[in-house]
């Protein structure tokens, strides 16, 4: 019999606070040009990194360094969770949830460390998508753990419908992909391509011929973040832009779907979905921000970490929405397929 254990879903939830801080760290990495500022690794300045002086400690070096740091903490508390899972919680699958994500940590951990020891920027793209997949994924250990999801048999639930499920889970891939352009945007330090918002140099779509660009490098303000640009730059940075607008108007349409349609004001999804629209438009304000600000680091992270948020927001949405459904009872299967999806989706 599967029961709450208050101590196991308390622990994932540190487990996943911590991860989403590390998120911010990173972003603070990168935001200050600081991802090679510690070039050793898995010592730092030959070192071994816990036991690092901390006249070291300065510039950029205190935040690549204390991200290692934290880095280690969060596989620390990963390895931790995956053998509490394995020994105390009863569902197999949970078990193998667990060793999934022990087993993504340290993939995590040694991209990071190539990224350092083969200088290969391109890394930092593949990093900072397991780490929001790593985040996702917590996040889901600490639902399955949760008051809710193991009492939620014993209550009566609303199913969700099919379209509009359907919706957010489509809006949250869409993040996911959004996440990947600003990864790459980010490790190209091409995050100033275009130095004016809303507009693209005074253009709803700017040009990007050889003599344009030529333009842009030379007569980019001194100080101006990043190196000079390029059109594939430049036209990655209006995609960015493009797909941010493509989710906010499917998030304004999830939540005014929920609210009209499909679920009513009062019901928790509903408040969820206003939550992710608040996001969103945090969200593009801070990216318009980053601009304003020629790439504040501070500005630059909170669009990283809220960024995160919306994705994570999305993902439990979509989660808890399939759960409640299916516990209804509603979910367009044979009655008699219908006990053995249980088994896929977890009790």
């Given at each position: 019999?599967?029961?709450?254990?208050?101590?196991?879903?308390?622990?994932?939830?540190?487990?996943?606070?911590?991860?989403?801080?590390?998120?911010?760290?990173?972003?603070?990495?990168?935001?200050?040009?600081?991802?090679?500022?510690?070039?050793?690794?898995?010592?730092?300045?030959?070192?071994?990194?816990?036991?690092?002086?901390?006249?070291?400690?300065?510039?950029?070096?205190?935040?690549?360094?204390?991200?290692?740091?934290?880095?280690?903490?969060?596989?620390?508390?990963?390895?931790?969770?995956?053998?509490?899972?394995?020994?105390?919680?009863?569902?197999?699958?949970?078990?193998?949830?667990?060793?999934?994500?022990?087993?993504?940590?340290?993939?995590?951990?040694?991209?990071?460390?190539?990224?350092?020891?083969?200088?290969?920027?391109?890394?930092?793209?593949?990093?900072?998508?397991?780490?929001?997949?790593?985040?996702?994924?917590?996040?889901?250990?600490?639902?399955?753990?949760?008051?809710?999801?193991?009492?939620?048999?014993?209550?009566?639930?609303?199913?969700v419908p099919r379209g509009?499920?359907?919706?957010?889970?489509?809006?949250?891939?869409?993040?996911?992909?959004?996440?990947?352009?600003?990864?790459?945007?980010?490790?190209?330090?091409?995050?100033?391509?275009?130095?004016?918002?809303?507009?693209?140099?005074?253009?709803?779509?700017?040009?990007?011929?050889?003599?344009?660009?030529?333009?842009?490098?030379?007569?980019?303000?001194?100080?101006?973040?990043?190196?000079?640009?390029?059109?594939?730059?430049?036209?990655?940075?209006?995609?960015?832009?493009?797909?941010?607008?493509?989710?906010?108007?499917?998030?304004?349409?999830?939540?005014?779907?929920?609210?009209?349609?499909?679920?009513?004001?009062?019901?928790?999804?509903?408040?969820?979905?206003?939550?992710?629209?608040?996001?969103?438009?945090?969200?593009?304000?801070l990216g318009a921000a980053?601009?304003?600000?020629?790439?504040?680091?501070?500005?630059?992270?909170?669009?990283?970490?809220?960024?995160?948020?919306?994705?994570?927001?999305?993902?439990?949405?979509?989660?808890?929405?399939?759960?409640?459904?299916?516990?209804?009872?509603?979910?367009?299967?044979?009655?008699?397929?219908?006990?053995?999806?249980?088994?896929?989706?977890?009790?």
């Amino acid at each position: 019999m599967n029961n709450f254990r208050p101590a196991l879903f308390w622990f994932a939830v540190l487990n996943a606070v911590a991860t989403f801080l590390l998120i911010g760290l990173g972003g603070l990495v990168t935001s200050h040009e600081a991802g090679m500022s510690v070039p050793d690794w898995p010592t730092s300045y030959g070192y071994n990194m816990f036991a690092l002086p901390i006249r070291f400690w300065t510039g950029g070096a205190f935040f690549e360094h204390t991200h290692r740091l934290l880095a280690s903490a969060v596989g620390f508390l990963t390895t931790i969770l995956a053998v509490w899972l394995w020994l105390k919680d009863p569902r197999k699958w949970m078990h193998w949830l667990g060793i999934a994500a022990f087993l993504l940590v340290v993939v995590q951990g040694i991209l990071g460390g190539l990224r350092v020891d083969l200088r290969m920027a391109s890394l930092g793209i593949f990093h900072g998508a397991i780490a929001q997949t790593f985040l996702v994924l917590v996040c889901f250990i600490a639902m399955f753990t949760s008051r809710w999801w193991i009492n939620s048999e014993k209550e009566k639930q609303i199913a969700v419908p099919r379209g509009l499920r359907s919706h957010v889970l489509w809006v949250t891939i869409l993040i996911f992909i959004q996440l990947l352009i600003a990864a790459t945007i980010r490790h190209q330090h091409a995050g100033l391509a275009i130095t004016d918002f809303p507009l693209a140099y005074g253009k709803l779509w700017p040009d990007t011929s050889p003599e344009a660009i030529a333009h842009y490098n030379a007569t980019r303000l001194p100080g101006t973040i990043g190196n000079p640009i390029t059109a594939f730059q430049v036209d990655l940075q209006m995609v960015h832009r493009f797909v941010a607008y493509t989710i906010f108007l499917g998030v304004v349409a999830a939540a005014m779907l929920a609210r009209k349609k499909k679920l009513g004001g009062g019901d928790p999804l509903t408040r969820l979905a206003f939550a992710w629209l608040a996001l969103l438009t945090l969200q593009i304000v801070l990216g318009a921000a980053t601009i304003w600000t020629n790439k504040a680091a501070d500005v630059a992270t909170l669009h990283v970490m809220v960024g995160a948020l919306a994705l994570l927001t999305g993902s439990l949405w979509c989660l808890v929405a399939v759960r409640r459904t299916r516990l209804a009872g509603n979910e367009p299967l044979m009655a008699g397929k219908l006990s053995r999806s249980s088994q896929i989706l977890p009790a």
